[in-house]
């Protein structure tokens, strides 16, 4: 079975451009929980979406949006790119919504890198 | 809130050596706990989690790891590691009325060295 894929792979952006990343969860999820891992850090939460509503939201600035799709696919937006956007943004997918104490599945993650 | 603190950035062991990383965390409410195991250029993946009961939880591969809560801890062990182990391990929390978000430590290296 295909896990979490991730696209793209790697991004090169300048500042105050915009970038769309997109995540496909395992067949069968349908939560999908997004995380930004800057160099050096553990990932921190930006967003939950499960059956296409946003469930949860991390601290991150409204530059940062987010949607699912009806397949469950999901795109993560950040508008007005700042260098500190720099990261390996990473997705992750759970059978339930209560992923809390579920096993949450993650992919490979986009690396962006903003000069 | 809740936080993680990983007590370590890095440690280097030597193979068939035992080591042990450390984790603590902060939180007002219970917990359920995770060790997650990143590779080089990879994502993370699970390596064993703690929801209830028992307070030693154990890997596949040999690790484990064991719910403190009177010291906050879930510190992760194996008693003797290979070079494929070399990798970054994460920490993280979550709790009940949190959905999906996971909160995580800021990480720590593992190197085995032969």
């Known amino acids: 079975d295909a896990g979490v894929t991730q696209s793209p792979t790697h991004l090169i952006k300048t500042r105050g451009q915009h970038v769309t990343l997109r995540c496909s969860p395992i067949?069968?999820?349908?939560?999908v929980s997004w995380y930004q891992q800057v160099l050096g850090q553990g990932p921190q939460f930006i967003f939950q979406?499960?059956?296409?509503?946003?469930?949860g939201r991390g601290n991150f600035p409204d530059r940062f949006s987010a949607r699912q799709f009806p397949n469950y696919s999901s795109e993560l937006n950040v508008n007005a790119l700042l260098l500190g956007d720099s990261a390996l943004y990473l997705c992750?997918?759970?059978?339930?919504?209560?992923?809390?104490?579920?096993?949450?599945?993650f992919g490979p993650g986009t690396r962006l890198t903003v000069l | 809130a809740q936080s993680v603190t990983q007590l370590d950035s890095q440690v280097p062991v030597f193979e068939e050596a035992p080591v042990e990383l450390r984790c603590n965390y902060s939180?007002?409410?219970?917990?359920?706990l995770f060790w997650y195991v990143q590779y080089p250029n990879q994502g993370l993946q699970l390596l064993l989690k703690?929801?209830?009961?028992?307070?030693l939880v154990e890997s596949i591969n040999g690790f484990e790891a064991e719910f403190n809560k009177s010291q906050t801890s879930f510190h992760l062990r194996k008693p003797s590691v290979h070079i494929s182990d070399t990798a970054e391990y994460f920490c993280?929390?979550?709790?009940?009325?949190?959905?999906?978000?996971?909160?995580f430590g800021q990480g720590t290296i593992l190197t085995v060295h032969p």
């Open positions: 067949s069968g999820h349908k939560s």
């Open positions: 979406y499960y059956e296409k509503e946003e469930r």
């Open positions: 939180s007002s409410v219970s917990v359920y």
């Open positions: 992750a997918s759970s059978p339930l919504v209560r992923a809390s104490y579920n096993e949450q599945f």
């Open positions: 993280a929390v979550s709790v009940g009325t949190s959905y999906g978000k996971l909160t």
């Open positions: 703690y929801l209830s009961g028992s307070t």
